[in-house]
């Protein structure tokens, strides 16, 4: 699920897509993915597509914060989390700097290794 969450984000060109693996550190998820959109269109085009691609796979969305127009994103679909921010909000938060416990995964590699 995680890898083709990346894989559409990706595709809607995303960038700088960090996957942090958090199952050790938190109940939570087990991932977070988190990536940057240059503009509000472009964080709604993310969210749509993630969502479309994994329903079609099966899985089911737990819950979304924040809506259209917004600068962060988080789409809860149990195993993983997505937070897609504009560049503003992503550097403001600096959820990879809060969540270092946790193990950064370089994703290209991730979406690779099937």
């Known amino acids: 699920m995680a890898r083709l969450a990346c894989k559409a984000l990706e595709s809607k060109k995303a960038m ?3 996957v942090i693996d958090i199952h050790e550190v938190s ?3 087990d991932y977070f993915i988190i990536t940057t959109a ?3 269109n472009q964080v709604q085009a993310m969210v749509d597509h993630v969502e479309e691609t994994l329903g079609r796979a099966g899985y089911e969305i737990k819950h979304v914060e924040g809506g ?3 600068s962060w994103i988080l789409m809860d679909f149990g195993d ?3 937070h897609i921010f504009d560049e503003e ?3 403001f938060y600096d959820l990879e700097r809060i969540w270092r416990d946790g193990t950064l ?3 290209q590699t991730f979406m690779e290794g099937e």
């Open 16 to 18: 700088d897509i960090k």
């Open 105 to 107: 995964i370089d994703a």
């Open 38 to 40: 240059s503009n509000p």
């Open 89 to 91: 909000n992503r550097l």
């Open 27 to 29: 109940v939570l998820a």
């Open 80 to 82: 993983i989390i997505l």
């Open 68 to 70: 259209r127009g917004s």
